[in-house]
């Protein structure tokens, strides 16, 4: 069973911090997704991850894959309020098992 | 009205009772999904939907009934519930019916934060 794990699970800061959230399996995906949730509302995609060591920004976000396609980082550099929110990441299987993998989340808090 | 929309936002329901989730898009995609969001939990796909048809349908209990009349609108019919099955329930479309990952996008709807006493 292809399980990811994210770390960590809660985490709090000042506005203005960076930050790096960590998304892990022992199993190899096609490609991983990272989605935002805020309070109320459903998951909305920020990024698609797909080669080895690729690295992809948006903005003040930065997502890595990992070099074996097992692993990914979200880093947010100046952390600001509209950051808050659960941040998903879901793996597609590898071959022909495309379904997603879906982690528990990282809910994240940025304080004023 | 852009995007997925569902009603409605909030349910409270008694064990015995029936009530039916509503889940309407407006992108023009041939697939829709129900997915349940729960605390400790990992979202778990429920149904799909791919041009009307069903496609998947993950060992949901029966007490949770979906239909899909075309391709904009999926319906979720709940009956006799039971308190475990309290939960967020997002609605999700996307172009094609892969489920998403690097060919598709999926996008979700705001959810029913669903109570049942």
């Known amino acids: 069973t292809q399980l990811l794990e994210q770390s960590p699970q809660f985490l709090s800061i000042q506005e203005g911090e960076n930050l790096t959230v960590y998304c892990n399996s022992s199993s190899v995906f096609s490609s991983l997704q990272w989605y935002r949730q805020e309070p109320g509302e459903g998951p909305v995609l920020l990024v698609t991850v797909v080669t080895g060591g690729e690295v992809k920004k948006l903005k003040r976000l930065t997502f890595q894959f990992g070099d074996a396609r097992k692993d990914s980082s979200l880093h947010i550099t100046a952390a600001q309020p509209g950051d808050t929110g659960l941040y998903l990441c879901a793996g597609e299987g590898a071959g022909n098992n495309r379904k997603l993998i879906w982690g528990l989340g990282t809910s994240l808090a940025v304080n004023p | 009205e852009t995007g997925v929309t569902q009603t409605p936002r909030h349910l409270v329901m008694g064990m015995t009772n029936k009530k039916s989730l509503k889940c309407e898009q407006h992108?023009?995609?041939?697939?829709m999904y129900w997915y349940k969001q729960s605390a400790k939990k990992p979202l778990e796909l429920m149904f799909v939907?791919?041009?009307?048809?069903?496609?998947e349908n993950n060992s949901v209990p029966s007490r949770f009934s979906p239909e899909c009349p075309n391709s904009s609108h999926l319906f979720l019919h709940l009956h006799t519930l039971q308190p475990e099955d309290s939960a967020l329930y997002l609605c999700?479309?996307?172009?094609?019916?892969?489920?998403?990952?690097?060919?598709?996008?999926?996008?979700f709807g705001s959810g029913t934060q669903l109570s049942v006493l």
């Open positions: 992108l023009g995609h041939n697939a």
């Open positions: 999700a479309s996307s172009q094609d019916g892969t489920g998403g990952g690097r060919l598709e996008k999926l996008f």
């Open positions: 939907y791919s041009l009307e048809e069903r496609v």
